[in-house]
């Protein structure tokens, strides 16, 4: 079993900045891939940024490109996502998840273990 800890969350103006962690663990922690994703109020959850667990690949959505960083370390078992020049379209509940099964890292179903989440409001 994995425990998935999200933290960081808060309220901030639009053009500030958040940092966002996730902790895992648990004594089956071996992933493939660690990703977050949010979901707004009324709307499906979508994908937000992805890394693969050896850092060789880091995957955005096109709404964050440019603005969040998402970043892991393997020795604390931890995986960050720097949001900078927040906008109030990114208010929503963020989620982190662990993906054991090599799948398409931008698809929820291929996620294994998710976090309780974290909320973000950007004010404008």
């Known amino acids: 079993q994995v425990q998935l800890v999200e933290s960081g969350g808060g309220l901030v103006q639009a053009g500030g900045s958040l940092r966002l962690s996730c902790a895992a663990s648990?004594?089956?922690?071996?992933?493939?891939?660690v990703g977050w994703f949010r979901q707004a109020p009324g709307k499906d959850r979508e994908f937000v940024a992805a890394?693969?667990?050896?850092?060789?690949?880091?995957y955005y959505s096109q709404s964050v490109k440019g603005r969040f960083t998402i970043s892991n370390d393997n020795v604390r078992n931890t995986v960050t996502l720097q949001m900078n020049s927040l906008k109030p379209e990114d208010t929503a509940v963020y989620y982190c998840?662990?993906?054991?099964?090599?799948?398409?890292?931008?698809?929820?179903?291929?996620?294994?273990?998710w976090g309780q989440g974290t909320q973000v409001t950007v004010s404008s």
């Open positions: 890394i693969t667990w050896n850092g060789d690949s880091i």
């Open positions: 998840a662990v993906d054991s099964s090599r799948g398409d890292v931008t698809r929820e179903y291929v996620y294994d273990y």
């Open positions: 648990g004594r089956t922690f071996s992933p493939y891939a």
